[in-house]
Every structure is written in C-alpha cells, then in structure tokens.
C-alpha cells in the first residue's frame, strides 16, 4: 500500500511529548489537536481528521500492531456506549475548564505559578526542568503545563487502552472524537433539513 505524507504524523505526536518534556511552551502546539479536527467536521461535515490525520492514533496503531504491544482484543460493550462516551466528554471538558480557571487565576495573580503536570488528574508530577522562566507571562506557562498535563492523559489512557484491547481502542472514547461525531450528525441533520 502506497504511504502517504499524513502516514506519518505518528512522528508529530511523539516529537510533541519529548518537546513537552524539554520545554513546557511547546505544549501550546497540542491546540492544534483541538481545533484542526473541529475545523474539518465543521467544514467538511467528516471525521477525516479521526480517520487519517491524528497522530496519536497512528502511533497506537504503530505500537500495538507492528510492534505488538496490543493484545488485539475488541475493547468492553461500555467503552462503545454513547452514555460512556459523552461522560466522559463531559468530564474531560471539566478538567479542561478547570485547567483554564488555574490558568485564568495565575493571569490575575490570584495564584502563583505551579510547575507540576497532572496525570490523570491526579498524580502531581514536579516538571520544573522543563521551564526556564523565559520572557513570557506566568499565566502562558501556566496553560502549557495544564494543556500538557492534559495531552499526557489522555496520551497515557490511550496506552493502556491500546495494551490492553485493540491498538486504536483509545478512538472508541477519544473526546475529540465524539465531539466530532456529534458535530458530523448535526451536519448530516442540517443538510436533511434542506
């Protein structure tokens, strides 16, 4: 099969964790991963972004099938089910938020700069080395290391999904994805309307 320029976005996201790891600020490039899907589901009214642009993916996919770290298991029924699904939509655009209130409260110096990445929401991880108090504002490192922390998540949960079920079990539950599913059925409804 003919290898196309997009078959390798795979490398993208893996060179966007290590950057991260450096240099916290790199972390802002992760926006793209939100707005690029939504951008194609809104205009094209498809998830050609999910199908064969996201890098994270193809790296699942990469790792669990060519290097067999999957055990090729259909993931569980509730994975699937779209009530699992929007909660955890729901759920990971809290934690998004409240990402976004941190960030909001370094910017109006409620709250002092915290040089941690939470994975899993959870666990804090002192991640200091990766910024170097450069000449930008406190609240710009702020958001990179929320969105970091953010990314890792669900780069990490993708993992352990892909090891435990089929390489791309991550995409059943994927946020980005179900927005942009949802988003694709609106579309497919408007153009019935008409």
Known sequence: MKKHWYDYLW????????????????????LLCFFIPLIIAIAGGSKAYCNRFCGRG???????????????????????????????????????????????????????LRQVVKLLWTFKLPWHWAYHGTAVAPWVAQFA????????????????????FKPRSWCVYCPMGTMTQLICKAKCGEKKMY
């Open 145 to 164: 290391f929320g969105f970091y922390s953010v990314m890792l998540t669900s780069t990490v949960l993708g993992f352990f999904t892909m090891l435990l």
């Open 58 to 112: 193809q790296l699942f996919a990469l790792l669990g099938g060519r290097f067999g770290l999957s055990r090729k298991k259909d993931p569980p029924q509730f994975l699937k089910n779209k009530w699992f699904r929007y909660g955890f939509l729901i759920f990971f655009f809290t934690m998004f938020f409240q990402m976004l209130w941190s960030t909001w409260l370094v910017f109006d110096g409620a709250q002092e």
């Open 11 to 30: 490398i993208v996201s893996l060179t966007y964790l290590i950057l991260g790891f450096f240099n916290i600020l790199f972390a802002w490039i992760g």
